[in-house]
């Protein structure tokens, strides 16, 4: 947290309190080191490498050509509410109408106004852990409490359902996770999420929050939505977006699936906050979904080559000393424990106390940038990201390997 005094700040408390995003803060840091000419590989940011694929990138111009520079409304254009609650029931088997579809400027901004719906002070967000930065921070500038609960790297990072249930309390509102996962990768199965909704059943006013963005970059079998279990579906909010799967991250395009009268508390915040999204890109969007070929085509040329970099980042990891990690199932995440580095000490003389010192002793020496599991909620790992090209995955992990050997 900064040091700032908060008795002296003119600045509002709730800035105060919050912390800065860490795979944020890591990315500027290695941007700033390689402004001095280092030779910089970044592993920190969750973006995709590609660029956003051409006939999403001509519908957008058709989109400028046809005029569409205007204010648009809050939930969306119907037409892009419509194509996505179309796409939902087709792929995800969440039965919806456009009015169950509100477009934000990105995901995050979707949580956000999804937790500022449903969560009064005091009230309790279980969050699953390890968990993706921003859940804590959106819950705790709501005036909620978050709960940790804790997957296991022997179970691909997921909790149990009877460790959810141990953390359920009267004055729990809602359950956060993220299938696929960032930072692990792990996924839900089909019994996994029927257990979760049966839980979820037992209280009332209980809900889920389902980030569903990174649904198209899988490896092993196609992703189940919570809200596919009929009997859960009006106690589901499901986050989805453009960013990962169609590598148009710039664009800050993100939605939720949810009740109609969540959707219509989330148009009445972010109509005081941002109006309408963005009208060139919501247009593109349709085209992204509904050109079903070049769809096709422009997400399975992703998904495979980050499959091909996963497995060429897990077998390299794999050959450096006292590093764990599991093969992510989904997401373009490795998140290996590297709790037999914590405590050593460096050339210098300088003692790794966490894995925060673990990433700025890698970023300094061996010119690599990957994010603190701390920011995720395990404090014993490290997130790297795989989409990045071949060559480089290679050069990162021969310099990992080059000065983790190095700590004594």
């Given amino acids: 947290m900064n040091n700032i005094n908060t008795a002296s700040s003119p600045l509002a408390e709730r800035v105060l309190q919050m912390e800065e995003s860490a795979t944020i803060a890591m990315t500027q840091a290695a941007r700033n080191l390689k402004a001095t000419g280092a030779d910089v590989i970044s592993l920190s940011i969750g973006q995709p490498d590609?660029?956003?694929?051409?006939?999403?990138?001509?519908?957008?111009?058709?989109?400028?050509?046809?005029?569409?520079?205007?204010?648009?409304?809050?939930?969306?254009f119907l037409d892009v509410r419509e194509a996505i609650a179309r796409k939902l029931v087709k792929e995800n088997n969440i039965e919806c109408t456009a009015e169950?579809?509100?477009i934000s400027t990105?995901?995050?901004?979707?949580?956000?106004?999804?937790i500022m719906s449903l969560v009064n002070p005091s009230d309790e967000v279980i969050i699953l852990t390890p968990y993706w930065v921003s859940y804590v921070e959106?819950?705790?500038?709501?005036?909620?409490?978050?709960?940790?609960?804790?997957?296991?790297?022997?179970?691909?990072?997921?909790?149990?359902?009877?460790?959810?249930?141990?953390?359920?309390?009267?004055n729990t509102k809602a359950i956060m996770f993220s299938s696929p996962s960032n930072p692990t990768g792990a996924t839900f199965n089909q019994e996994e999420l029927e257990d979760l909704a049966n839980l979820v059943l037992e209280y009332e006013d209980l809900y889920v929050l389902s980030d569903e963005i990174y649904e198209y970059i899988t490896y092993e079998e196609m992703p189940v939505s919570l809200a596919s279990i009929e009997r859960v579906r009006d106690r589901v909010i499901t986050i989805n977006g453009f960013s990962k799967g169609f590598a148009m991250t710039g664009w800050r395009i993100g939605y939720i699936c949810a009740p109609t009268s969540i959707v219509k508390a989330c148009q009445k915040i972010q109509g005081q906050i941002t109006s309408g999204t963005n009208a060139i890109?919501?247009?593109?969007c349709i085209e992204a979904l509904e050109n079903e070929e070049a769809k096709q085509v422009a997400v399975e040329e992703m998904r495979q080559a980050y499959q091909r970099r996963r497995d060429l980042?897990?077998?390299?990891?794999?050959?450096i000393p006292n590093l764990k990690t599991i093969a992510p199932k989904g997401a373009f995440y490795l998140f290996p424990d590297v709790s037999a580095y914590l405590g050593t000490t460096t050339p210098d003389g300088e003692k790794i106390e966490n894995t925060s010192d673990l990433c700025m002793y890698l970023l300094k020496n061996a010119h690599i940038s990957v994010v603190t599991g701390a920011a995720f909620g395990a404090e014993n790992n490290i997130r790297l990201s795989f989409a990045a090209a071949d060559e480089q995955i290679v050069e990162a992990m021969r310099r990992m390997k080059e000065w983790l050997v190095k700590l004594k």
């Fill in 138 to 170: 959106i819950v705790k500038f709501s005036k909620g409490k978050p709960v940790f609960v804790k997957g296991a790297i022997e179970n691909d990072f997921k909790p149990t359902i009877e460790q959810i249930r141990e953390a359920i309390t009267p």
């Fill in 313 to 319: 980042m897990k077998g390299l990891l794999d050959e």
């Fill in 100 to 102: 169950n579809i509100a």
């Fill in 281 to 284: 890109a919501q247009k593109a």
């Fill in 106 to 114: 990105g995901a995050k901004q979707s949580i956000a106004n999804v």
């Fill in 50 to 76: 590609f660029t956003t694929p051409t006939y999403i990138k001509e519908a957008a111009k058709k989109a400028l050509d046809d005029g569409f520079t205007f204010y648009t409304p809050v939930p969306g």
